[in-house]
């Protein structure tokens, strides 16, 4: 079973920064991306940034310049460090890793969801 262990959140002002991280945890052999998405209620959950395992990064362009993801393989974490932001960001930010799971002929791909953190941007 793998969890992913989210953290960072809260409450900024605009133009402030937040870093979130996520951290995975149990039986996996590898973790192939992971990712950051948001959702705000009512609409559908979507893509902030996203790193593979070589480094390879993509962005939403409503948040190219402002927020950057990295991630410490050693540690199985990724990173969201989020500068100048802005009301709009306000959302309930989900860590996401597509991993590989078991050993030998029995190795599958899975995807896991963290629980969410809340990210609150004051105008």
């Known amino acids: 079973q793998v969890q992913l262990l989210e953290s960072g959140g809260g409450l900024v002002q605009a133009g402030g920064s937040l870093t979130l991280s996520c951290a995975a945890s149990g039986s996996f052999f590898s973790i192939t991306r992971m990712g950051w998405y948001r959702q705000t209620p009512g609409k559908q959950r979507e893509l902030v940034a996203a790193?593979?395992?070589?480094?390879?990064?993509n962005y939403a362009d409503s948040v190219k310049g402002r927020f950057t993801i990295s991630r410490d393989n050693a540690k199985n974490t990724v990173y969201l460090q989020m500068n100048s932001l802005k009301p709009e960001d306000t959302a309930v930010y989900y860590c996401?890793?597509?991993?590989?799971?078991?050993?030998?002929?029995?190795?599958?791909?899975?995807?896991?969801w963290g629980q969410g953190t809340e990210v609150t941007v004051s105008s």
């Open positions: 996401n890793a597509d991993l590989l799971i078991g050993g030998g002929m029995g190795r599958q791909p899975i995807g896991s």
């Open positions: 790193i593979t395992s070589g480094g390879t990064t």
